[in-house]
Each structure stands twice: as C-alpha cells, then as structure tokens.
C-alpha cells in the first residue's frame, strides 16, 4: 500500500476515509435555518443545500458520500461543471437560471426521495460520466476504483499486467459503467456486457455511444453465462444482485427508486453468486480471473464455500466487499456439502 489514497487487500485492515473537501470542510449547514438566505456563489447554494439535505434526513448513498458531495454535485450539474471543478470554482457567481435549477432540485429531491442522480440524469464514476435514469441502478460499484488500484497504478498488489488482458466480461452491467471502465483500464481488451434487463441495456448502450466504445464493448442479453455461452475471458467483473431478504424488506426509500431485479440476491443474498461462481469456471481462461462484489454477503459466501481460498479486497469506502479469485483456484473451489436434510 502507498499512499492514503491506495487500496490494500487484506482480511482485517483499518477502514479508510476519503479526505474531505475543504467545501465540506467550510460549510455549516446550521445557517440553513437563517430566513432569506443570500445565495450569491457556488460556495453559498452547497451550503444552503447541504444544510437542507441533512435537516430532511435523506440517505445519502448513490454516488456520493455526504450531504455536502451531493451539494456540490447539484450545483455543480446546474452549473454544468465537473464535480473535480466544483471546490476550486467556489467562489463563481450562480447565474438565476442556475440557481432556481438548484433549489427546484433539492426540493424534489426531499419530496421524493429519489437519489439525486435520478434528477440530473448523470452520475460519475472514477471521473466519468454516465447518463443513468430508473431503469439502471445508479453506479457506486467498488469495482471501479479496483480497476485502477490493483489492475494499475503502482498499488503493491496488482493483479494482472493490464496490457495483457484482452477479454473481458462485465456480468450484470446495468448502465454498462463497469465495462465502460474496463476498456478504459484495458486498452488492448474487448469488453462483453451483459444484462438479463433489456431496459438495462438500453441504458447501457446510450453509454457506450456517449463514450464512443462501439468498436470495443458489445451489449447481450441473457440470464448471466446465457448471455455468453461458449465465450471465456481473461477477466470476468461482475456487480450481480446481492441484497438478502431481510435487506430487500428495509430498503432506504431512495433505492425503492432503483430496480428491484438490481438488488434482489435471494434468501441469503448469494443465489446469484453461486451461480456467477460455478459458471465462471467454464467462462475463465487460463489465467484468468474473477473480480466480484457481493457486498455484506462475506459470511454467507464463506459459509456456501467455506474451502475457496478468495482473496478479499478493501478500498477506501468498503471493508471485505469485492472478492478476486484466479482461474486456477476457481477450479477446485466447491461449495460445502451439507448432510442429507439439512441443505
Ligand atoms: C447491482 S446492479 C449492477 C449494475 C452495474 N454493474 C453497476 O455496477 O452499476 C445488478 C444488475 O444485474 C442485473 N441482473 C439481475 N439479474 C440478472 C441475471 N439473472 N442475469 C443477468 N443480469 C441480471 C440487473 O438488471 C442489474 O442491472
């Protein structure tokens, strides 16, 4: 590991926090109470929005962090900034048209509830943007920022040479934000993304356009491996559904937004890692490897397979999310045998 910054693959590390933004560091959602507030720069609406997204208690969870990041990413849409330009730009006059954008947005995002990213029709991942709308969840994989630490980078733990990886697959790709990054992060590569939600792959295929990836991601649809038959790859990724039932009964409002078919894993969350794990094994080349994320389902997994020596890997907002296994250890990876009656 180098760097507060970088990601570390471990089984017990400390959680590492993003560093804040001295817009966040500067704002004091307190004054959101004064009548009439002067809305004047950029530094003034994230303030005033800050401070009314954590009075109405929003969850906070698509794409940004803290009520301050999604500030600053309203303001920055209706200003038509990057949000890397938000922070340096504080101090910038909000035009009229600008602002009432801002405030007609915050009052609709407390009203419905609906994450942010859902108003603005965009979400950036690792830099990039993506058109998204109901029909995708909104992109917030950790896989992402994997993608550049241990596949890049100068991180201690790289995982493959990305100059040799030249097949992908992206399984279960909803907006098609991961295989977008994927040929980012493997220039040489051909990236496959596949959705059982045709919906999803609309989406996914106004991405490909908007990024020009025509040439390198192809779009199928199909349920996991059907999607692919016969095809193996150098990297399978994959952001499957994974939330357990008990979860999928205490969703936060804002994901009752997102498609259901997004979320549900099944009783304990990993009926479809099962399947991604055992179909993976005819899909993977020789040394390849599959990079999964199943969120809280660690134990559920060690448990379903308690002999797979997975590797386990932290980045700065998660802890034991995302597990990597290669080619050859997937081979003999089983799952647990139960006694007759009790399976
Ligand atoms: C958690 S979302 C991930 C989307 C995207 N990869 C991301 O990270 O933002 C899971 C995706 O799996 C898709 N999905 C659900 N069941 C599926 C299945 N049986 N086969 C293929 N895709 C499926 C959903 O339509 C959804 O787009």
Not at 16 to 39: D, E, F, I, Q, Y
Request: net charge neutral; proline share 6%; hydrophobic share 45%.
């Amino acid at each position: 590991m180098r760097g507060g910054r970088s990601t570390v693959a471990t089984r017990s590390s400390a959680k590492k926090r993003r560093p804040t933004r001295a817009v966040a560091k500067t704002a004091n959602p307190s004054a959101a109470g004064t009548p009439a507030p002067v809305l004047v720069t950029i530094f003034d609406y994230v303030r005033f929005a800050a401070a009314r997204l954590t009075r109405a208690r929003v969850t906070v969870a698509h794409g940004t962090t803290d009520p301050v990041a999604e500030a600053a990413f309203l303001v920055g849409e209706a200003m038509h900034l990057h949000p890397d330009e938000v922070e340096p730009l504080a101090a910038r006059r909000v035009p009229k048209a600008a602002g009432r954008r801002i405030l007609g947005w915050i009052e609709q995002r407390i009203a419905t509830r609906k994450p942010a990213a859902y108003l603005v029709n965009r979400m950036y991942m690792r830099g990039m943007a993506f058109y998204v709308d109901e029909r995708v969840i909104v992109p917030r994989s950790f896989i992402g920022e994997l993608l550049d630490s241990h596949f890049g980078g100068d991180d201690v733990l790289r995982l493959r040479d990305p100059a040799t990886v030249t097949r992908v697959l992206d399984l279960c790709t909803g907006s098609g934000c991961l295989a977008i990054l994927a040929a980012r992060a493997f220039p040489n590569a051909t990236v496959d993304a596949a959705d059982l939600s045709a919906d999803a792959l609309t989406v996914a295929e106004r991405n490909v356009q908007e990024h020009r990836l025509e040439d390198r991601i192809q779009l199928a649809q199909g349920d996991l491996f059907a999607a692919v038959s016969g095809k193996r790859y150098d990297l399978i990724i994959s952001n499957p559904p994974y939330v357990d039932a008990q979860g999928m009964a205490s969703l936060p409002h804002e994901c009752l937004a997102e498609p259901r078919m997004a979320f549900d894993g099944g009783a304990d969350g990993i009926d479809l890692v099962r399947r991604i794990i055992d179909g993976a094994k005819t899909h993977l080349a020789s040394g390849g490897g599959l990079l999964c994320e199943v969120g809280r389902c660690k134990p559920a997994i060690e448990k379903a397979y308690p002999r797979a020596d997975l590797l386990w890997l932290d980045t700065e907002e998660s802890e034991g999310e995302v597990f990597w296994i290669d080619a050859a250890t997937l081979a003999d990876c089983a799952p647990a045998r139960h006694p007759v009656g009790t399976a």
